[in-house]
């Protein structure tokens, strides 16, 4: 009994330390809730900090990081906003929608303003009113369309694979169907519900004739993308990515989106609340609606495919 | 210090939110020996179908309810399958469980967020009436308490009665039931009916404090709820005197505690798993050194 | 009054195992005896309680009580009106309940399991009363799990149990063959005393060929599926375990034992 007393009380003073820690700090804290390792969510969030910086804040002296990252899992991203709040911390940050919505949920009792990022579909997400502002990284489906019918001109059918629980796809597969005629596509859709599902997705796709395939930015399918890319080039088939990491990786272009960029953005909006020039609740959530053309050259060879100079010279070379 | 106070009020409020899904995997697992994964399946369920009437407008208090008696569905569900078509407990719980996850989708979408102009059973009038001058986040330890120690108490007053005693005996020991002139499946069943109930209230809970639904917050849960029943009843073996309902609860908290003494620290986001781990296995281990010196004596 | 009309029990038809066990097997217990039965393993007496109480189907035949067919009853209806204690002590109660909570469960048998309190106070001491008969000090040990008493106690209890609430039958199934010598003694006892005093239709078997032989009115010998013995009233009462013993020998060494 006595060694249980013990343990809890350790266990208790563990995390009284640290709280009383985080509570004594004067200088303002930033608090970063990533809801999991992914390289756009970290592109997005060393974006932010380099845009808190472009705004001209200094970190230590404007502002400290609390940077935690939920693992993919809600209830942590729960304990983790919860935590900010009781810390008293001057902002929330969440980077992807359940780290967002998270955030909005513990910051409405003492209404710490939040910025989010990386949510494709805010109004969705009800996060589009109250204290609270961010960046969309709506896909710009029309440029990616445009851009595979100007590479693939005989195109017909574009495969699509998707995760059926994320919200960023859902609403990216909407745009797709919606858009798809007017480019002259059909697209072939196949919904998944877990990341063991995509390369028979792949299978099915391929035995069903599309031309190619394009990317959403879908969790489960970017992270096994590698074996995707394997066997869409043992069939010929090109892969379109959303991002320029899967043109690093092999994909033969994109028309995307830089989350490095959305992350600065996201970081001038915080900066402009930090230093009480606006607040989140006024500042409405802004769409970045640039992107860039990235292309892998060695990728597109392989698949004997040019791109036509218009877009070549604004392209990025991306292949490794 | 306000704000680790502020600490352990949010840790345990989610400690006893989650607490009803504790009681309901403690209900199956520990009463009736059934590993019962419908859980992951139960558990967004009844977030579905709260944030679905919430964002109809339905009164927060009755979705709870209407979550309660879809979650008794699903229960029932899992029963009838292993009962009266024979399939083994495991299996029988992941075929309900699997098939909810499509009906999750159907009810609710992939996702579904309540905006802060709806009342959630948090801010409603009612609560408001008794509880509105306590800030936010002590009205949610406040009323996630009172849900806690209400279904703690109905529970325990239902364990003690004849139904309840005859629950408790199907686990222990399904024959004598048998013997007792009672249909031992029927039983499992209903408690595979009250046990899903809890769950799918949990979620809606969730749901009311979260103001959010999303169709992959199942995933895991039966792994928390069997967790937090083996911290609970561990701790508490040898001290007759509490009950096992009260146990699982504090096995909750310890558990959101643990989470939080990982976030806490301060240390590398990706450990936050392994740290959790370690904690565990220290509660584990001290849990079990008074068992083993028990038996070192017999 | 048990009937047991040209019973029919085949093991793993259609298969390789096929075994026909009973083909037209006969017997009639009538209220009040107290039947042994004895022989060998695999000779069918397991086999046939177990068709008693429904734990396995028939083939063909029919199981009668008072002249009601109970062949197509499901098992745990049947076990309304039977008692049965098995020869694992373990079966016969609950390990993680108390005692006290063990026999509220048995009394309530053949009444519906509602919301009324599990524990019935007023009870109490007619349960103590009952468990002081048996002279095993069990009535001090109320609170205690069950789990914690010793094979002989969970045995004592079991039989309490079973005949706690009115039945037509009690089967006891090698009641006594796990435990040791003198508790088995003292079980054997009391189940004797328990049948006699609640005038109990009783249905015993055993590899005791001394309990067989001394206690009950009935004796019957089988072997594969068959009575190759029947003893009853004064011919029984003359009987000694010799005589027993050597039909046993008999049949065993025909089959090669």
Known sequence: ?320 | MGSFFDLVVGTVTQGLIYALLSLGVYITYRILDFPDLTVDGSFPLGAAVAAVLLTRGVSPYLTLIVAMAVGALAGLVTGVIHVKLGVRDLLAGIITMTGLFSINLQIAGSNLAVDRATDTIFTAAPTMALFGAMPLIYRKLVVSLILAVVFKLILDAYFSTQSGLLLRAVGDNSTLVTTLAKDKGSVKILGLVISNTLVALSGAVVCHEQRAFNSTMGTGQVVFGLATVIIGTTLFKNLGFVKGTTAVIIGSILYKACIQVAISLGLPANLLKLITAVLFLIILVLGNRRKSGVNANA | MLELRDIVKIYNPGTITEMCLFQGFNLTVADGDFLSIVGSNGSGKTSLLNIICGSIPVEGGQVLINGEDITKMKEYRRYGRIGRVYQNPAMGSCPNLTLLENLSLADNKGRPFGLKKGINKARREYYREQLAALGLGLEDKLEVKMGALSGGQRQAAALIMATLTPIDFLILDEHTAALDPKTAETIMELTDKVIREKKLTAIMVTHNLRYAVEYGNRLIMMDKGQIVLEKAGAEKEATTVADVLHIFNEISIECGN
Request: hydrophobic share 45%.
């Open chain 1, 1 to 320: 009994m006595m060694k249980k007393i013990i343990a809890v009380a350790v266990i208790l003073a563990i995390f009284a330390t640290f709280a009383a820690g985080c509570g004594s700090k004067k200088v303002p804290v930033i608090g970063i809730s990533q809801y999991g390792e992914h390289a756009s969510l970290d592109n997005c969030r060393e974006g932010f900090l380099q845009g808190l910086k472009e705004a001209g804040l200094e970190e230590g002296k404007d502002f400290v990081i609390d940077y935690q990252n939920a693992g993919f899992d809600d209830s942590i991203a729960t304990q983790i906003a919860q935590t900010f709040s009781a810390n008293n911390v001057a902002l929330m940050v969440g980077i992807a929608t359940p780290a967002a919505i998270a955030c909005f949920a513990a910051a409405e009792d003492k209404d710490i303003p939040v910025v989010f990022s990386a949510i494709t579909d805010p109004v969705m997400a009800k996060l589009d009113k109250g204290n609270i502002t961010g960046t969309s990284d709506k896909l710009p489906v029309d440029a990616q369309l445009d851009l595979i019918r100007k590479i693939q001109p005989e195109a017909k059918t574009i495969g699509i694979i998707y995760t059926t629980s994320e919200p960023n796809s859902v609403s990216a597969i909407a745009e797709y169907e919606e858009k798809a005629p007017q480019y002259g596509f059909a697209i072939e859709s196949i919904g998944v519900t877990q990341q063991s599902e995509v390369t028979l997705a792949v299978d099915t796709l391929l035995s069903k004739g599309v031309d190619c395939f394009s990317n959403l930015t879908d969790n489960n399918v970017v992270g096994v993308l590698p074996s995707v890319l394997e066997k869409t080039n043992a069939a010929g088939i090109p892969v379109y990515g959303s991002e320029v990491e899967q043109v690093k990786i092999g994909c033969v272009a994109s028309a995307g989106i830089d989350y490095i960029a959305l992350g600065i953005q996201t970081g001038k909006m915080a900066a402009k609340i930090l230093k009480g020039e606006a607040t989140a609740e006024n500042m409405p959530y802004e769409t970045i609606t640039e992107f860039n053309y990235y292309i892998n050259s060695a990728a597109l060879a392989e698949m004997g495919l040019e791109v036509p100079a218009e877009i070549a010279e604004k392209a990025i070379e991306s292949g490794q």
